[in-house]
């Protein structure tokens, strides 16, 4: 029987309708040496599934996607300046099922973690030894008030790229000359701490060809930004008079309602009016990560940062953005870096090895211009202080390019900044 498989093996014993029906747990081959499964088929869980499978090819790796097409977040801002189209950020799963990965799309409803397995939307209860969890992020809505899913159609937070990106686009470009375009920027921890800003830079660069009259106000619930003082030169510089920025501390504390049908923010102390307002929510970790128990009161995935092993359930490593991040900050980068780390720890827990000492990497570029881009990067370690694990940064090695860099060197890092793209989407789609 070496050459028939085994659905075809059931038809011809007439059982065929059995195994359409049955558990997907009942279709695992025998030769298997572990079941891994990677919930969430975006960077972190794409990668993670590439690099289990690539270190240990006797493992059976499934991801768990809700979605046929990813679309990458990171350079959906670069749509706003026309610079590339969704179209460009969009992936399949083709070259991830040649590589021998397992892959099912549909929604996973609930972890089981006491069973080990994956319920899903469509039916399907899916085991596992061993269970990645990489969902991203999802939105508090209503901790601004006014603010959810339905305002978002007026009101886009364009923080998951596809069609709220489009959104955002059309209301910039349909806005009336001399309006205003406001951001409101969320709290701390959120995804990709840089992207508002770069998002200003490259609406206002749109704005500069097409409504050079126009302005941009961020509203922000911080008092301080990633890479502030490069951002706020290169807006000056690039676009002087057209982005304003108001901290939490001007504002007292930021946005705390939005009334879409009147386009107004309100502060405590001022209503303020907008022609198109991109309203950036608080965030937690992945819906599913918080149904399923993963998450603690801080709304993010507590994990051992050794080996990213959940430290509520057994068997379940998280990674990406809906981990409790510590230093490190929720971007593609860190998905990837966390992803390999995750992978490492996953083959060496089902080999019987114990995972050694990892270390973490992010590098992240934010556009000013299509021409000219800022950057930080840096290396992470585990650190333990008073019984308490945490991410540190390595010696100086978290720092933001130099802020008297010149037009040529700004150039090659909107060059690095493609070829980072092109090196990221590959290493879990390509
Ligand atoms: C505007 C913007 C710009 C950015 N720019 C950069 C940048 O320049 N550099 C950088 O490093 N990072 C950037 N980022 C951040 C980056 O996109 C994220 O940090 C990264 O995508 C996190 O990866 P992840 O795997 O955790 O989540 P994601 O990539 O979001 O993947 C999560 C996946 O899980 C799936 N999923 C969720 N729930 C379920 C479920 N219940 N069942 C099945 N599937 C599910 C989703 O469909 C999705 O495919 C940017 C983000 C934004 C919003």
Known sequence: MANINRRKFLQMAGLGGLAASMPYAATWGSQTKARVVVLGGGTGG????????ALDPSIDVTIIEANPQYTTCYMSNWVLAEMRDLDSLTHGYDNVK???I????????????????VLTAGGQSVPYDRLIVSPGVDFRWGAIEGYDAAAAEILPHAWKAGPQTVLLQEQVRNMRQGGVVAIVAPPNPFRCPPGPYERAALIANYLKRHNPTAKIVIYDAKDAFSKQGLFQAGWARHYPDMIEWIGAFQSGGGIKRVDPSAMTLHTDFDDL??????????QTAGQIAIDSGLTDDSGWCPVNYRDLQSTIASNVHIIGDSMVSSALPKSG?????????AAVAVVDHVNGREPGTPSYFNTCYSLLTPEHSISVSGVYKVAVTDGEQAIVGVGDSVAVSPA???DSFQNREARY?????DNLVDQGFG
């Open 102 to 117: 397992n892959v099912i799309i549909d929604a996973a409803t609930r972890i089981d973690t006491e069973g080990q397995q």
């Open 46 to 53: 794409a990668i993670a599934a590439r690099y289990v499978k």
């Open 417 to 421: 900044a493609a070829s980072w793209y």
């Open 404 to 406: 008297d860099a010149d």
């Open 273 to 282: 009016n907008a022609d198109v307002i991109n309203v950036i929510p608080p």
């Open 333 to 341: 980068y860190i998905a990837a870096s966390t992803a390999k780390v």
């Open 98 to 100: 040649k590589r021998g």
